[in-house]
Nanobody, 124 residues
């Protein structure tokens, strides 16, 4: 089993920045890729960004390219999502997810483990 815990959410003004962190524990060696997804009220959960667990090339949703950066943190089994130039439409619950595959997929069906989520609210 793999446990994921997100942190770093909060309230920020338009144009501001936040850094989300995901701490993975348990049988993390079975995972190959880590992703971030988000879900706004009344909407489907959507892909934000993903990266191989070992780091390297990342995959981003078009809506966040150039503003968000996913990275493998220095601490073991920690992954960050740096969010800049935040917009009201970025308001959502953000979820960390882990895939058993090595491809940083945008498909939520490829992810087996999920965190509980952290709220991000961007006020205008």
């Amino acid at each position: 089993q793999v446990r994921l815990v997100e942190s770093g959410g909060g309230l920020v003004q338009v144009g501001g920045s936040l850094r989300l962190s995901c701490a993975a524990s348990g049988r993390t060696l079975v995972t190959g890729a880590m992703g971030w997804f988000r879900q706004a009220p009344g909407k489907e959960r959507e892909f934000v960004a993903a990266i191989k667990r070992s780091g390297g090339t990342a995959n981003y949703a078009d809506s966040v390219k150039g503003r968000f950066t996913i990275s493998k943190a220095n601490a073991n089994n920690m992954f960050d999502l740096e969010m800049n130039d935040l917009k009201p439409e970025d308001t959502a619950v953000y979820y960390c997810a882990a895939s058993l595959g090595t491809i940083p997929s945008s498909l939520k069906e490829r992810y087996t483990y999920w965190g509980q989520g952290t709220q991000v609210t961007v006020s205008s």
